[in-house]
């Protein structure tokens, strides 16, 4: 008999375990909308061409695979706290951030989740409900108290703004508020804000208005942190590469979070890969490839507000409930909540072959202009 008897099966993951299920559907109309992943209009996964050029770029120079530090790689870290918080920003002038590369967004999030267990203990997250799924995995494997704050209207398919404000106040003293770059000011009791921004450019095609609510966070003089992460907004998905930045009231306190930072990493995994972090640094570090970045994302972002507004214009052509599906527009990024329940979700998935999530999320990235009638 197996020592390992007593360990149960673990339930499919709610985002990627439907993969398997999608692959083996035989029907031509089926469409993948769980994962958000971005994809062209022939719905075909996209490498972008500043990146196959960076690329391109390391290998004639011959880089090498020695192991990075703890922090990863200095030239990136220095280049994505810029892009995040621009270059002349005075957190950065200043020396303020701490800026620690990390294993993508999900490795960020769990290298801040590490830092608030071991020096904020007992502090609770406040995060969004609904919000990205892996968060409260995150925070519980950290073993870092959670709870949720109401976000979302299901009446309008929007923001319950006041109810969000309220959960925020009664917060217990000193709480981390995660915020999916959505700009409400938690000051009144020493929240500590908490971003992740696993999209920067990619809700408006612009990484500068994309950051805008943590500039703002910043220029306020408020002591923050920001996951980063860049499988979307330059399609590293597989590389993990992102970044952790802890904004400091004092360059002496950003060097001892620093340290804490690495030192936490240490024995997580030791150091991060080189592959992307390069990547990163030499598109951004470059001023014609971060030119041509901007165009690529401008041009995804822009395929991505294409979708959604043809699957607009159909719903309101086809239903005639009257349901007023502007919802839908006023919405950003990548992802549209559609307010469908499980029972709907699921009736999509084994009636009609679209795989989504449960919760009524649809990946706009997975879908293309020709399949917005049928999704319709
Ligand atoms: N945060 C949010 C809100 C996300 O949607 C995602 C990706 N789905 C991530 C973080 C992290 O993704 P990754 O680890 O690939 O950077």
């Known amino acids: 008999v197996s020592r ?8 499919p993951d709610p985002i990627h375990g439907f993969s398997e299920a999608f692959r083996a559907d035989v029907d031509v109309k089926k469409l993948s909308l769980g994962v958000g992943a971005y994809r062209t209009e022939e719905l075909q996964p996209y490498v972008l061409d500043v990146v196959k050029k960076a690329e391109n770029l390391m290998l004639e120079r011959g880089e090498n695979k020695e192991y990075l530090s703890m922090e990863g790689l200095a030239a990136f870290n220095k280049v994505t706290a810029e892009l995040l918080f621009g270059a002349d920003n005075p957190v950065i002038e200043q020396q303020r951030v701490a800026t620690v590369q990390g294993l993508s967004g999900t490795g960020s999030l769990r290298l801040a989740a590490a830092l608030i267990e071991r020096y904020f203990p007992g502090a609770k997250v406040l995060i969004s409900s609904p919000t990205w799924g892996n968060h ?13 704050y109401r976000y979302y209207d299901p009446k309008t398919v929007g923001l319950d703004f006041e109810g969000m404000i309220s959960d925020i106040k009664a917060a217990p003293e000193g709480s981390f508020v995660l915020l999916h770059g959505c700009a409400h000011n938690p000051t009144e009791k020493n929240h500590i804000p908490f971003f992740d921004v696993a999209y920067q450019g990619f809700a408006s095609g612009s990484l500068d208005a994309d950051a805008s609510s943590v500039r703002l966070f910043a220029e306020r003089g408020m002591e923050l942190l920001v996951a980063q992460s860049y499988s979307k907004n330059l399609g590293l998905y597989a590389e993990r590469i992102g970044a ?7 360059t002496d306190a950003a060097a001892r979070v620093k340290s804490q930072l690495k030192r936490i990493a240490r024995p997580m995994y030791s150091s991060p890969p080189v592959h992307g972090a390069r990547i990163v640094a030499n598109v951004v570090g470059d001023p014609a490839l971060f030119n041509e970045w901007k165009v690529e994302m401008e041009m995804m972002a822009g395929r991505i507000k294409n979708v959604r507004q043809k699957l607009f214009d159909c719903l309101s052509a086809k239903d005639k409930s009257g349901k007023d599906w502007s919802f839908i527009l006023k919405q950003i990024g990548m992802f549209s909540f559609t307010g469908l329940n499980k029972t709907q979700s699921d009736n999509m998935t084994n009636k009609w072959h679209v795989y989504m999530t449960k919760d009524g999320r649809i990946s706009l990235a997975g879908l293309s202009l020709a399949k917005c009638e049928y999704l319709c």
């Not at 390992?4 to 339930?11: H, L, R």
């Not at 409260?136 to 949720?148: C, G, Q, T």
């Not at 952790?244 to 004092?250: D, L, M, P, Y």
């Open 136 to 148: 409260m995995n995150i925070f519980n494997d950290a073993r870092v108290p959670w709870s949720e």
């Open 4 to 11: 390992f008897e007593g360990i149960v099966m673990a339930p």
């Open 244 to 250: 952790i930045n802890v904004v400091c009231s004092s």
